[in-house]
């Protein structure tokens, strides 16, 4: 009788459970917890109440934190809006957007492997008569800059194209869009949250117009997030989304959120120093483990391209092994799966399905989403620990078995139910 | 999700794991799933023609650990069974046993297939029609 449970020992300085799922959210840097807690209690002015001291404070921590984010994306400080985190900024550039070039055309590009906050904006831009392009992605999950050329018509007013993707990792070619888009006067919005703080960024190197970042992908907290909007070449105009007091410029009302805002800048300011060496310690993390899984086991696969992609990110597939039974052999690590089983919607990824891979290699899939708290021997604990599940569950997987006996899955006849 | 302690169980130390020889005339196969949706299990009897009592049944299932444990079930439960009895056993009898929440019906409901399929290849390869069934149970 086979036992799935595998006994790996913990090594000393790793305690569980590991968390290496960055990519979901990230833990908050205590640096940063101590920049944001006066913020709390003594300094607890509203950043909009003008003529007195607690205000003032207020407001000067606030622009305080608007010159760290702006210095991290090349942007300058007037070119920040904050608001409540990155799905309330795709939110508001895209219909802010829409709404403000209406007379200008009613047609928007974007692509298939957008997270939600952006597909779902445009579905809902398609039921009040703007026309959408959803760009297929290549197998390396980047776009084709040539289907991106011929999706352009006179009616374009926006390109929304992430930096880099949450699921893969994979990062687009930034300064490529934009500068199609700057060529032939479009719009170019990024959704930036996973690249912000983890690769350079510069907003007017890459011709990027609005672009989109959360607190807590950075280290950071939740519930605070930035829209940086261009302020020339070209001004970029936004109608609200949000109606109120008219803060931020009169792009997003509501009383700013001074701790986690005090918190975000901190955040981008430790990213913007320790990008570099974080860079070459997560790289060489991720690399380690994905060595360890090819050495180990036949039938892996990296999804995604492996050149173009963050430090931190590893999307495996173990493929004739479910996800989700995998990551049930392995519950003190926190990572992720494609696997249909994880979803709410009991779809294997759609990320995954657009680079053309079989469901069965999707319902396979791992996210290694390594960060700035990760260590060599939680990764080497990790790994061994994947290694030998996979292998029990294998033993275990009919498909497997099949494969091992020269049968081509491809071939039979599934009862698919 | 959390899982019910029994899936648990059968997901850590799962049963009667391995493969019988399909070609054999006492040895029915069902495979049932597809790789596309997630989960295939493929279940085995041995059945002693004489009696048509399942002596061995033997699993590999790739899925979830409810489909795992699903399956797990289905192989201590046909063991011991004559053909007939086993064909009784009903999904919503593994549902029970392991609590297995509304969204993982679909594995129970693959498990009652699997053994289904497998007395199905069983009694397609012995010329088993339902009247020789009925006769030996009376015997």
New interface residues.
Partial sequence: ?????STVEVPAGVTLPIYMDNHATSPLDPRVLEAMLPFFTSKFGNAASRNHSFGWEAEQAVENAREQIAKLIGASAKEIIFTSGATESNNLAIKGIAEMYKERGNHIITQVTEHKAVLDTCKRLEKHGYRVTYLPVKADGLIDMDDLRRAVDDKTILVSIMFANNEIGVIQPVAEIGKLCHEKGILFHTDAVQAVGKVPVDVNRMNIDVLSLSGHKIYGPKGVGALYVRRRNPRVQISAQIDGGGHERGMRSGTLNVPGIVGLGEACAIAGEEMASETVRLTGMRDSLRRKFETELDYVEVNGSWEHRLPGNLNMSFV???G??LL??INDVAVSSG???TSAT?E?SYVLKALGL???VA?SSIRFGLGRFNTQAECDYVAEKIIGIVKKLR???????MVKEGID?SK?E???? | MAYSDKVVDHYNNPRNVGTLDKSSDTVGTGLVGAPECGDVMRLQIRVNPETQVIEEAKFKTFGCGSAIASSSLATEWVKGKTVSEAMEIKNTDIVKELALPPVKIHCSVLAEDAIRAAIGDWKKKNGVTEAAEVAVAAH
Avoid at chain 1, 1 to 5: D, G, K, L, R
């Fill in positions: 009788m086979s036992t799935v449970t004739y092994v479910e989700e039974s049930m052999g696997s249909a089983c009991l294997p079989g469901d069965d319902h033993e275990l997987s009919p498909l497997y078995e899955l039979i599934w009862a698919a139910h």
